[in-house]
């Protein structure tokens, strides 16, 4: 694992660049943004005690082993010079131009954000940086090169921050530097993050590595030496190396119930040829001595992945009976596997031809930027859109195929309903079946790695079903056809909302010709915030606002709402008008009708109507406290018999320990014909906590699922909340 340099001086930074940026004009921009930023940051110093400028320039360091570009090298020295030196915008813009100023910027709004266990901050920080920062992709390298600076410098921090700051960069940033390809960085950053995080797994992991090292390195150098001697004969230039295992993945691999002792790619190597006939002949060569283990072959070369890995991977019995993995790549392959999107840099010098190439490749990696992009545009609140992100992007993924050959990627668990969107929404609006490698399958079958999938479409088709919004796996989809039937929703809505208005304002006998009047219309949608004409009449048919109340504001009626209501109380006697499908309200039509938010009640509860101000009826529990001072307002409510859908109410559970408990509750929803909708985690040391939202026909059924959970061993306390 490297350290950091607290005595990195510019001289070493200045001599390491200058060995691939070669323009004068570049090289004296970087010493001067070195000037700039030794004057912002001088007098200021680091917890670990050195001067300020030591971080910048061992940021900008850790870019120049990738071969950063002259902008990206002068960002990384000037990167903290707006956050903690004052400096403005325009300070940075006049001497250093507008792209380094906006890279600057943008890694300046990412380290403002503070990630904390409070969710809604934590999903609104993922969209900022996710989202806000992504038409420049050289921010977020920066960004990792920075945090990768600060990791190895983070024994100076208080224990609990070493492990938030550790959490972190697992949760956020290795899996970005994961999908950039960039795994010299993003490997340090897990080491280094599972020191700090779980520091005994860590040590447990070196200190067998120590006991087992003099042995593996034996072994592994004869293998080498056995190896090359055998690529040497065949006539195949070529260099040879042990390579190190991760701890990181050493950990991955024991978490999932590996021993130690069977993780075979401990001993491993990669070898390095020229050309890509040459790796395929060496791959032959080394199979034709060593048996491989069937299923191990990996062919990333002839099918790269996404984020421009190319390599052979092989797992053979060595020397001794020993399994070593071994990995065969160019030189060329071997740049791009260390520094991914980054690599680009190492070519632009190296011709045409090369550069366009790996133009080409850095266009399709900013793809993934492009599609969260996309996500950002549909009509989904921020917690649906971070599901996406980590859904969608960050998770685990297949590559499948058009009947033409192209590589769609898509995450594990997707469907061809996916693939038809992930290809155009297009496709996906008009799809009327799938077929996978021939065979027509439903559309909810689960693609798998490698499948050749071919979408039927019907221009003529009706569209999307809303069926498939469950069948889809990927937010992207679920999104798309949502936003289909938005579209059809709210033609609907308009059309009912001008019924109902028109209707009201004839009830009324009111002029249309008065009603509908500019200045009339102009008073009515400012009233009500509304932007045009439409927007009220859809306000109107989702049942926002009522026609009723339109109209009272039109004929100037002076009385409140909640008066009016009142006095339709008084009016009506005992008389039960049904407003809602499952609430019945004594004695009011056409009224807005709410189930209240604190008390959540359920058909079986004892509910009451409480007439709010300027937002029609809520209806709570008569045990809620958040009414009991309220009786004037209060009004007879009950549920209609039978009810027409589940609804939503919370429940706070209370355990000893974690072990599969979550599993154990859903388990128990499914049973009890219950669906949780969302589980919160509450922060407690000694005892676990969880909020459940769950959806469910009445208090009958709920009364045995919270039953059925007080059954679990480890869980204490089960109980419906009020907030």
Same mark, same amino acid.
């Given at each position: 694992m490297r350290k950091d340099n607290p005595k990195l001086t510019f001289d070493e930074l200045y001599e390491k660049v200058c060995t691939y940026i070669t323009k004068p004009e570049e090289r004296k921009l970087i010493s001067e943004a070195y000037l700039f930023a030794y004057e912002k940051h001088f007098g200021q110093k680091r917890l670990? #005690?050195?001067?300020?400028?030591?971080?910048?320039?061992?940021?900008?360091?850790?870019? =120049?082993?990738?071969?950063?570009?002259?902008?990206?090298?002068?960002?990384?020295?000037?990167?903290?010079t707006i956050e903690d030196c004052d400096?403005?915008?325009?300070?940075?813009?006049?001497?250093f131009g507008k792209e380094i100023a906006d890279l600057v910027n943008g890694v300046t709004?990412?380290?403002?954000?503070?990630?904390?266990?409070?969710?809604?901050?934590?999903?609104?920080?993922? +969209?900022?940086?996710?989202? #806000?920062?992504?038409?420049?992709?050289r921010i977020l390298i920066i960004k990792l090169a920075d945090r990768l600076h600060n990791m190895r410098t983070l024994w100076i921090l208080p224990e609990k921050k070493q492990?938030?700051?550790?959490?972190?960069?697992?949760d956020i940033l290795t899996p970005i530097a994961h999908r950039l390809g960039m795994n010299q960085i993003k490997s340090e950053l897990e080491d280094l993050s599972l020191r700090y995080y779980k520091p005994d797994v860590y040590f447990s992991i070196v200190e067998k590595l120590n006991q087992t090292r003099k042995e593996r390195d034996r072994i592994v150098n004869e293998m080498m030496s056995k190896v =090359?001697?055998?690529?040497?004969k065949n006539g195949i230039e070529h260099q040879i190396k042990g390579r190190a295992k991760s701890i990181y993945s050493i950990y991955k691999k024991l978490d999932k119930g590996k021993r130690f002792n069977d993780i075979y790619d401990l001993l491993a190597m990669r070898v390095y040829v020229n050309t890509i006939p040459e790796c395929y002949q060496a791959l032959g060569i080394v199979h034709s001595k060593y048996r491989p283990i069937p299923k +191990? *072959?990996?062919?990333?070369?002839?099918?790269?992945?996404?984020?421009?890995?190319? %390599?052979?991977?092989?797992?053979?019995?060595?020397?001794?009976?020993?399994? *070593?993995?071994?990995?065969?790549?160019t030189y060329e392959m071997d740049e791009i596997a260390e520094h991914g999107i980054a690599s680009h840099w190492s070519y632009k010098e190296h011709g045409s031809n090369v550069k366009a190439s790996m133009q080409s490749a850095m266009e399709q990696k900013l793809q993934f930027f492009r599609e969260i992009m996309e996500l950002k545009e549909e009509e989904t609140n921020d917690e649906a859109f971070v599901k996406s992100v980590q859904e969608d992007v960050l998770k685990d993924t297949i590559y499948v195929f058009t009947p033409k050959g192209d590589v769609i990627e898509l995450p594990q668990g997707s469907t061809p309903?996916?693939?038809?969107?992930?290809?155009? %929404?297009?496709?996906?609006?008009?799809?009327?079946? %799938?077929?996978?490698n021939g065979n027509i399958v439903p559309l909810d079958y689960t693609l798998n790695d490698g499948d050749i999938v071919k979408?039927?479409?019907?221009?003529? =088709?009706?569209?999307?079903? +809303?069926?498939?919004?469950?069948?889809?796996?990927?937010?992207?989809?679920?999104?798309?056809?949502? %936003?289909?039937?938005?579209?059809?929703?709210?033609?609907?809505?308009?059309?009912? #909302?001008?019924?109902?208005?028109?209707?009201?304002?004839?009830?009324?006998?009111?002029?249309?010709?008065?009603?509908?009047?500019?200045?009339?219309?102009?008073?009515?949608l400012e009233e009500f915030h509304m932007g045009d004409l439409n927007e009220l009449y859809i306000s109107i048919g989702n049942n926002k606002i009522t026609p009723l109340s339109i109209v009272n504001f039109y004929t100037n009626d002076n009385r409140t709402r909640e008066e009016i209501l009142l006095d339709k109380v008084t009016k009506s006697g005992s008389q039960k008008i049904q407003v809602k499908n499952d609430i019945v309200v004594e004695g009011i039509d056409e009224i807005k009708v709410n189930i209240a938010g604190c008390c959540k009640p359920i058909p079986g509860d004892s509910i009451v109507g409480y007439i709010s101000r300027g937002n029609g009826i809520n209806v709570h529990r008569t045990i809620c406290p958040n009414i009991s001072d309220l009786e004037e307002r209060m009004i007879d409510v009950s549920w209609n018999d039978p009810v027409s859908k589940r609804y939503a109410t919370d429940i706070f559970v209370r355990a000893t320990e974690n072990k599969d408990l979550l599993l154990e509750i859903i388990s128990k929803s499914s049973s009890s014909d219950v669906s949780i909708q969302s589980i919160n985690t509450i922060q407690n040391e000694g005892s676990y906590m969880f909020t459940l939202n769950v959806l469910v026909d009445n208090t009958e059924k709920l009364e045995k699922f919270m039953n059925d959970l007080r059954m679990i061993s480890s869980i204490v306390q089960v109980e419906r909340v009020i907030n």
């Open positions: 670990t #005690g050195e001067d300020y400028i030591i971080h910048p320039l061992n940021v900008a360091y850790i870019l =120049s082993d990738i071969n950063a570009d002259y902008q990206t090298i002068c960002a990384a020295i000037l990167h903290d400096c403005a915008y325009e300070e940075i813009e006049k001497p709004k990412i380290n403002k954000l503070k990630f904390t266990c409070d969710n809604e901050a934590v999903i609104a920080n993922h +969209r900022k940086i996710l989202v #806000g920062l992504s038409e420049d992709v492990k938030e700051k550790a959490k972190e960069t697992l =090359s001697e055998l690529l040497h +191990r *072959f990996k062919d990333y070369i002839a099918m790269p992945k996404t984020n421009m890995y190319q %390599s052979l991977h092989t797992t053979v019995f060595g020397l001794e009976g020993y399994l *070593f993995e071994i990995q065969i790549r309903i996916d693939f038809a969107y992930r290809v155009h %929404s297009g496709v996906g609006d008009t799809m009327v079946g %799938s077929l996978v979408i039927n479409t019907n221009k003529n =088709s009706a569209g999307p079903s +809303r069926e498939w919004i469950d069948m889809a796996f990927t937010a992207q989809a679920k999104n798309k056809i949502r %936003s289909f039937y938005n579209k059809i929703d709210k033609e609907e809505y308009l059309k009912i #909302g001008t019924d109902l208005l028109q209707k009201e304002v004839r009830k009324r006998k009111i002029p249309f010709a008065e009603f509908y009047s500019t200045d009339s219309i102009n008073e009515i």
